[in-house]
């Protein structure tokens, strides 16, 4: 299941930051979001955007999930252009505000869907696995329109857990989720980094990722403002 | 990955309206009526019905098929689930041909339950070849369920997507009503000569429409 693997360093490679993004310009009705926004995530970095409403968290993980394109810039994942699609998509997964699950659907089904979008199976025992580390085992046999926002939440993020893909791109990944909740994703995703993965992620609540290693990021004004090794992010930068 | 796309959507969609009979029920209940009501409205006799029978199932067909296609990208806006299928790895075309596949299937039990009902109400001749039927109707659904997938992708987002879906696809309907009308027309006169002429015709219309749907939909979905 891991994809990981496929995008390992070779000693060449090992300088290269494994995601760069250069001079991301992306405006909406001619009102510029990001002006010329560089970025770069290395292999097994965890990086976190902080930001205020508006300010660009969500435009720039959707940019990098080649969900809407940036008008200026250029972006790199692995040393290949974005421009190479169907290489990018298979390296990297986004988990947006909406969980992204089918309500019709039970979990095992919503996981198996998942995976054939990427080519792949799982075997029962791997859904097993993660519909319990994620507590969704018991429930498994329900529709998910039944589950409570967090467990939506937990439902979306288990397919993370399964893909494991090499570029995790994550925006507010705690809402809605228990202390219970964010322990377990943060202990996802200190695993997933520490296998060589990375995970961008945009967050309003440093608290919550203080037990991570992570580099912090700012946008302010469309461009990064701080950026510094698990940097200190006060309250106040985050108040519009 | 084109196949195993296509068919894990196909199989996604049927799924959830397996579970939720919405647009099948909706379809059936509409379609039904329909006919039963050009059948007791209008006096269909002898050669009027020969000569109004065919619009009248491609009229209903078309109504009712835009009932469910109007909603084939509905369920994707929910939760956001578009997003995990654009950025996934899955050809953006595969993704369009999923969602065709199950439009065409839903349909496609519609027509198998409304084509008894139209010869059982009107006085047609049915000594016509069954596989040209069978050809005609599937012609017309596939042109139909193309243009119904990509207008429903187009206007998913819009507030106003129920008023603005069938006044966009309709216009654009017509060539397709209007080949497998007459078509229709000609084979239950036993024109045989007419049928293959205006099956073609379908034919054509399907691969231009289908062709530049795959086209546009990429465009479409790719910001």
């Given amino acids: 299941m891991d994809v990981s693997s496929s995008t390992s360093a070779s000693p060449g490679e090992a300088s290269r930051p494994f995601l760069r993004a250069h001079g991301i310009v992306r405006r909406y009705n001619g009102v510029p979001v990001l002006r010329g926004l560089d970025l770069t995530a290395d292999r097994g970095e965890i990086v976190v955007v902080y930001g205020p409403n508006g300010a660009g968290k969500t435009t720039l993980l959707r940019i990098l999930a080649s969900l809407i394109q940036p008008h200026e810039g250029t972006l790199a994942l692995d040393g290949e252009d974005y421009e190479e699609r169907a290489y990018i998509r298979a390296r990297l997964m986004y988990c947006g505000h909406g969980t992204q699950i089918y309500e019709d659907l039970e979990p095992e089904e919503n996981l198996r869907f998942f995976l054939a979008l990427y080519g792949r199976a799982a075997t029962d025992a791997e859904l097993k696995d993660v519909l319990e580390r994620v507590g969704l085992w018991r429930v498994r046999h329900l529709r998910a329109a039944g589950f409570s926002a967090g467990m939506k939440r937990r439902l979306s993020f288990a397919r993370a857990m399964l893909l494991r893909p090499p570029l995790l791109l994550l925006d507010e990944p705690y809402t809605s989720l228990d202390a219970a909740g964010i322990e377990m994703v943060n202990d996802f995703l200190r695993d997933h980094a520490a296998a060589g993965n990375t995970v961008v992620m945009s967050s309003h609540s440093p608290e919550l990722v203080r037990t991570l290693p992570h580099r912090a990021v700012r946008i302010r004004a469309g461009v990064l403002a701080a950026d510094s090794d698990s940097a200190r992010i006060d309250g106040a930068d985050h108040v519009a | ?223």
């Fill in chain 2, 1 to 223: 990955m084109w196949l195993k796309a296509a068919w894990a959507l196909l199989r996604k969609d049927a799924l959830i309206e397996l579970r939720r009979r919405e647009s099948l029920f909706s379809m059936a209940a509409f379609g039904v009526l329909s006919l039963l009501i050009y059948n007791f409205a209008l006096p269909l006799d002898g050669d009027s019905a020969k000569e109004m029978a065919p619009g009248l199932l491609w009229v209903t067909v078309t109504f009712t098929a835009v009932l469910s296609l109007g909603k084939a990208f509905a369920g994707e806006k929910q939760n956001d689930a578009v997003d995990a299928l654009v950025a996934s790895p899955a050809p953006l075309p595969a993704i369009f041909l999923g969602k065709l596949a199950a439009n065409l299937l839903f349909i496609g039990i519609i027509e198998i339950l409304l084509i008894p009902l139209f010869l059982a109400f009107f006085p047609v001749a049915t000594g016509f070849s069954w596989g040209w039927l069978a050809l005609t109707l599937g012609l017309g659904t596939f042109g139909m369920a193309t243009l119904g997938t990509l207008f429903s992708a187009m206007t998913v987002t819009l507030r106003s997507r129920e008023l603005i879906f069938p006044l966009l696809l309709l216009p654009l309907m017509v060539p397709i009503i209007i080949a497998a009308s007459h078509a229709l027309s000609a084979l239950i006169e036993q024109d045989m000569g007419a049928v293959s002429t205006w099956v073609q015709l379908l034919g054509i219309a399907d691969t231009i429409f289908f062709v530049a749907s795959l086209w546009v939909f990429e465009f479409l979905v790719e910001d």
